[in-house]
């Protein structure tokens, strides 16, 4: 055990030691009433962001893509791009009807295991360029970060690891390059 670890085990047990003298002292010199005082918050402590994560009520979380096309919950990666073409999508209503609820962050799923992705990622062509959606320019992610930002909602992007329509899916080189080319595509949003 290195010395630095040692020195702050002793800190910690003289830290823990001290409260706990503090406390009892308290509790005996409260007077005629003896209210036991709560005790202080073992160490970690949670971080920001763990807090505001427990925090949160309600979150919503949008599996929307080239499967809700299909009629089938599972997609195979073999989808046309084609059937993809939402003429009605309208990414500020689900903000705004998110916001009406009182919920503070939504997740879209911007590719599911099908390999489908809702934004015109430049790493492959199954994803909205192929489709007839927007004269295949359009860009759910950005229009749902768009629409949520404006509401003042958190936004979550979920990117399956798994993707059935990439050949280089099992090769893990290949495949993690991938990924994390298309993660940072995505991290720009």
Known sequence: MSMMV???LWWSSLFIIFTLLFQ???FCTSGSVQTPVPPLPILPLPTY???KWQQREI???LHFGVNTFTDKEW???KENPAIFNPTGLNTTQWATVAADAGISL???T???HDGFCLWPSKYTDHSVISSPWQGGKGDVVQDFVNAATAQGIDVGIYLSPWDR???RYGNDLLYNQYYLAQLQELLKK
Do not use: Y
């Open 6 to 8: 040692r020195l702050r």
């Open 24 to 26: 009892q002292l308290r």
């Open 49 to 51: 962001s763990q807090i």
């Open 59 to 61: 979150v919503m979380f």
């Open 75 to 77: 997609g195979t990666g």
């Open 106 to 108: 939504m997740i879209l």
């Open 110 to 112: 911007a590719k599911h």
């Open 165 to 167: 329509h990439d050949p």
